[in-house]
């Protein structure tokens, strides 16, 4: 490493719009993700940046400049590379064109076509050179994106939460990939929402909590403190437990007081009501509003006069297509306790589903059928279209425990229920499931995995309105999973695979 900076970023402060229109129209903030971070990127430096999802990818779009900040800059004279497979996941065009538009834009034009042709010979780019990106597992396309890391001539690369992708056997290639870029004496920025690979690969740890800077320095020192962090936050029992930890924290990032450096609001003498309303957002308001007029009216002619089926017809078929083709699905149980061929299902436990009818599911639970009511289960089937969304933008209508905490209790998802049952408080178990003492949440178990957890809701009613859906009930698909909500008892279902 020399003692040559890259990349400065200096005070770096940012605030979310809010999704009300109304909000956004008078200039309100949604809330502080970061607040006063600063850092160096030197030469040569592996910079690993630990926090959860939605504030490094806040940090990553400010750092390669999409998002503009409220307070603070970023300095650089140098060609920012920026790595984020959830950036590509909906990508339409085939790999070989994809390859090529990274390098284009990373390459002197000279070397292109010599990279192309040395990548697809390797088999993983030879296999899907055909296939459209969005159709890739989000492991292979990591492994895609750490390889082409190596070709690029960016001297900045930004590799945003890529190990959460990776199995174990991949970990071997992600550190040797580092390890490259380090020899070549590039920056990189390691942001990641795991310590694992901050731990073994980087040589210098910030910290941030709550959008705050809360360690900064050696990699050592730092992972020791963020381990007893972990350990105090596991003994929490309670809610108000939970309310108090880390009290101090929370406050700086939520009390709009602080907002001081950069964020005060113009006076009343200071600015003109015409000046406060922000007059460019209105005008696109007005815009979106007239659009989506015409669009109603143009939807309109066309099922009343060219006899087209509606759309809700198209999707009726649809889903039938689906069931037909995919018969793995599930119902999930809204009653306390559900009686099934004898035995007992907890509150928000799956079962497997083999048929489903207008008033009854046909249950298929160990090797035998039996008939339920369709009205105390939640049909679920994964190969149907849910509307799209990610864990970041439904968190704010979750239980405080869960919003703040997320990273902590999911992280038990996909192991071993003995995990749970062996090393937490609880309040209640079966081999179907573990409520936690004290804490609003519970996980539930299938063939000995923690297949999913659930906990309360928050607000659920603004739910329909801020995503544009009907349904009582409401699923939503996300990147890695879905989320689930029972809304006649305000409690959501959190899988993740």
Known sequence: MQNIILLRALNLTYAKEPKKLGDRMLGREEGLLLKDVSFHLYKGEVLGILSDYKTLHFLKEIVIGSLDTKAGKVKTESPVLSLDVLDHVHHPHALG????????????????????????????????WATPVKDL???????ILLE????????????????????????????ATINEQERRERGVLLLESSIEPIETLANYFLW??????????SVKQGVAEYASYMKQKS????VDEEETFDLEWKSNVNEYGRYAHGLKRLSRNQASPIDQLNIRKIIISLLVLFTMLMASVAIFMDVSFTGVPSTAQNQTV?????????????????????????????????VRVSDRGETSYTVLENGE???????????????????????????????????NNYLYYSRFINRDSSEVLGELDLSA???????????????HFMDDIIFSMSFPAKNPEDIYQAFGVSTEDVIFRLPSGYMILDASNQTWLYINR
């Open 97 to 128: 064109m994809f390859v090529s538009e990274i390098l284009d834009e990373y390459m002197k034009t000279e070397d292109v076509a010599k990279a192309v042709e040395q990548l697809q010979q390797q088999s993983l780019f030879n296999t899907y």
């Open 137 to 143: 597992t989000r492991r292979d396309l990591t492994l």
């Open 148 to 175: 082409l890391s190596k070709y690029t001539d960016a001297d900045i690369i930004i590799y945003c939460n890529m190990y959460r992708h990776l199995a174990k056997e991949d970990a071997a290639t992600f550190k």
């Open 208 to 217: 941030l909590s709550y959008g705050q800077t809360r360690y900064d320095g």
């Open 235 to 238: 003994q929490i029992k309670n």
């Open 318 to 350: 649809s889903t039938s297509e689906e069931e037909s083709a995919n018969r793995i699905a599930y119902g999930i149980s809204t009653e306390e306790s559900a009686d099934i061929g004898g035995e007992i299902y907890p509150y928000m436990s799956l």
């Open 369 to 403: 059928t039996t008939e339920v009511d369709a009205d105390s289960f939640i049909y679920f089937n994964p190969a149907s279209l849910y509307p799209e969304a990610t864990l970041e933008d439904l968190l704010p209508y979750t239980d405080e425990v869960f919003e």
């Open 429 to 443: 178990s079966s081999d179907k499931h573990a409520a936690l003492s004290g804490i609003p949440i519970t996980y």
